[in-house]
């Protein structure tokens, strides 16, 4: 049984969705970001940057954080959604960290500056939207080789990807400009699991 400490963000969803796909048994603990639960001394101690998610497996009390270590943790545990070799495995390790790196912090930025900051600042919405169009365009690219982010098989990079790719009207991304982007969005919103963890989303 694990637990996963998370809030309704695109980084909350990735971990929902891998305990989803890998038929894992969790409950969800929502932390309300906008009280500032992520301050408190308890949540410091399983997540010392003070963010979400955090997975906690309630057998051993080991505790997680950072969500791509989260799904990389859980592929190699259950020995879904990642290669069978080393090779593989290194392919959706440096997708991992593209996203954590990368997509996370510019799609993130984007999205407040256009929702979340008091004052239209035009500079920062140009260079954030430059970026995140770069970034789709990577991903494009990338899906004119390999049917999926990291390999020929659907592995936690495409589940690392998915939610914050799929929030493209809040980012003012128009899916024309990538089509393969928009067919592969459209085939993982199709999967089972991915529609149970947003329902489960909808209820945390
Ligand atoms: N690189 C981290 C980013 C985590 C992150 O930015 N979490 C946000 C929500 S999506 C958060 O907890 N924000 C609270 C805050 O910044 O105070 C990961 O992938 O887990």
């Known amino acids: 049984m694990y637990t996963a400490h998370i809030a ?56 997680l954080f950072e969500s791509c270590a989260i799904l990389y943790h859980l592929g190699l545990a259950t ?44 500079m920062a919405l140009e260079r954030y939207t430059r970026e995140t169009k770069r970034i789709y365009g990577v991903i494009e690219r990338r899906l004119a080789v390999s049917d999926h982010v990291a390999a020929d098989e659907y592995t936690v990079a495409d589940v690392a990807f998915y939610p914050w790719l799929a929030s493209h009207d809040e980012l003012g991304v128009d899916l024309r400009d990538y089509p393969r982007v928009a067919a592969w969005l459209q085939k993982i919103g199709e999967r089972p699991a991915v529609g149970r963890a947003q329902r489960k989303m909808r209820k945390a």
């Not at 879904?80 to 495995?89: E, F, H």
């Not at 990368?102 to 799609?107: I, K, R």
């Open 8 to 63: 309704d963000t695109p980084n909350g969803k990735k971990v929902i969705i891998a305990l989803e796909e890998m038929s894992l048994d969790y409950r969800v603990r929502h932390v309300d970001l906008s009280a500032g639960e992520q301050f408190t001394p308890e949540f410091e101690r399983v997540s010392p940057n003070n963010k979400i998610p955090v997975l906690v497996d309630e057998r051993t009390g080991q505790s």
């Open 79 to 122: 020995g879904k959604l990642v290669p069978g070799d080393a090779q593989g495995r290194e392919a959706v390790l440096q997708w991992l960290f593209l996203q954590a790196a990368s997509t996370g912090p510019m799609l993130g930025q984007l999205w407040w500056f256009r929702h979340g900051a008091p004052e239209r600042n035009e």
